[in-house]
Every structure is written in C-alpha cells, then in structure tokens.
C-alpha cells in the first residue's frame, strides 16, 4: 500500500489505493486493463451513426444564444458537425494541437482515482456506447454523445483545460481526506450544470445542460430555479440529485473566475472544515449567496420529474 500522503502528489501512474479509502464498488470488465481504457473505440453502426446526427441536429435548434461561446467555439474548430460519431483519434490529434488533451474510451462509469488519474494527465475518459432511440431523451450513465458532445469542445478552452486538469489533481486530495462527495458537489455544479456571465448575457457551458433536450431553456430562461454566483465552500456544502432539472444553478464571472476561486484555494483548508455530509439542501438560498435570480421553485414543488409539471 503507498503512503496516503504521496497520494495526491505523483500523477505518472495509477496508486495502489491506501486501505480504507472508500471507492465505488465497480466491476472492471475482463477486456480493460487497471487503466480501464478499451482496446479501441467501438465501430458505430449506420444507425448509431444516426441517433448522434439527430441527438446533433435536436441541440443545435437550442443552443446558438445559449451555449457559452467557447463551447460554440469548440464545436467549431473541431468540426464536430461534420456527421457521425467522431473518431477519437482524429479528435485527440486535433485537441492535442490546441490545449494538450486527448480523449479515450471506456466501457462505462470508471472508479473514481482512474477518472482522476486521466484528467491529471490530460485524458478525457468518454463513454463509448451511444444510446438507443428508446432513451433519446433520458440516459442513466453517460453515452458517447454526452461525453463528446457535452465535454469535449469546453477542453478547446485553454483556462478551462486548465481546471479539468487541477480538478483531476484534486481528486486524489478529496480522496484522502474522504470529502469525495463535497468535490464532486463541484464537479456537478460547474463541468456538469455550470451557467456563466457574457457580456451578451447569461450563458451554459456544463455539458449536462448542453447536451440534454431541455435543461438549457429551462437553467437560463425559467423562473423556477435559483441563479446564484460560485463560491466554492458553499457549492462544495450543496446536496444535488442527479435523475431531474437542477432547483439552483451557480454562475461564474469567467472560466479564469473559477480556476481562481478552485485551483488558488487551499483545499486542505478547506476538508478539514468540512462536515461529512452536506449542509444545504439543493434548492436553499442562503445568508452568503450572491443572488442572481431567487427561484420561485415552482416546477420542484410540483413534484418535478414524472409528475407532469411545466419546466417553467
Ligand atoms: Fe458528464
């Protein structure tokens, strides 16, 4: 077992885990090595070569005037419209050229410390199935559509390149000071669900918003969820649910706003005056909030998801 302390300070390769360290009990398929990376990226079929165009052609009616613009950006110069599921080769080669990241493939949902581990050397992990007509709308586990569609043109920005980068770094701090949760609190409301100030206006850049059919009208136009700015120690106290619309979104000024709040703070600082659990419910304004837009709540207190209420 390696000392806990060298944990966090050596990327080149993959840690013994340290005993004790809690992780998600997943099973590693036989085919993928400790990296959990495929052999290679699967062989779409002419139909699932479809369902990406159409997934394309369904967001890109909802983004223009609402996607960050160096996400628009990203989709560009990566050519993402160029039809079908892009190869991750020519993609890697391509943000290799611009920021240093590649991506690679893998079966699924990755144990923690390999998620944390690639994004420390600059690999994005992206999921290598694309889902099925069926779940068009809605998928459990992230698809090859949300991983590359959703994530990958954000990479193109040098700032945030950066912070995917550190939060990777992070990972394995979080880890050993067990506050796995209150990161990936961050992770959720920034990569994930994060809006962000324009000049031209209010903007998504998390890929849960840019790659979902209707979460980027309803976390930038809607009166029901609250709009408040970032601050780290708060976001990383806020509950969040993973299966519905998001009751608050956290905004930034900048993509250099939030590598300045997260990668200069001293997060050892900042575990040990964590509780385990979170403090604040998911749809609470507190005492510290920089309020953008106080929600009315409304779709929530509906019932949300499944109970026929409006995403007003
Ligand atoms: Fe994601």
Known sequence: ?????????????????????????????????????????????????????????????????????????????LDLARGGVPEFARLSAELGALTGWSIVPVPMLIPDHVFFWHLANRRFPAGNFIRTRAAFDYIEEPDVFHDVFGHVPMLTDPVFADYMQEYGRAGW????????????????????????????????????????????????????????????????????????????YFVIESFADLYRQTVERDFDRLYRGLGAGFSYANSAVIDVDNVLHRGTLEYHLRGGRGSGALPV
């Open 173 to 248: 701090k979080a880890m050993r000071h067990n506050r796995l949760k209150s990161l990936g609190a961050l992770y959720w409301y920034t990569v994930e669900f994060g809006l962000v100030m324009e000049p031209e206006g209010l903007r998504a850049y998390g890929a849960g918003i840019l790659s979902g059919p209707a979460e980027a009208v309803f976390a930038l136009e809607a009166a029901s969820p609250n709009r408040l700015f970032l601050n780290v120690d708060r976001v990383m106290r806020t509950d969040y649910v993973i299966d519905d619309l998001q009751p608050t």
């Open 1 to 77: 077992m390696s000392d806990p302390a060298a944990l966090d300070a050596d990327f080149t390769r993959l840690p013994d885990l340290p005993a004790g360290l809690f992780t998600a009990p997943l099973q590693r398929p036989a085919h993928v090595g400790e990296d959990w990376v495929e052999p290679r990226q699967t062989a779409y079929s002419a139909e699932e070569h479809r369902v990406w165009d159409d997934l394309f052609a369904r967001q890109m009616e909802v983004l223009p005037g609402r996607a960050a613009s160096a996400f628009l950006a990203g989709l560009e110069r």
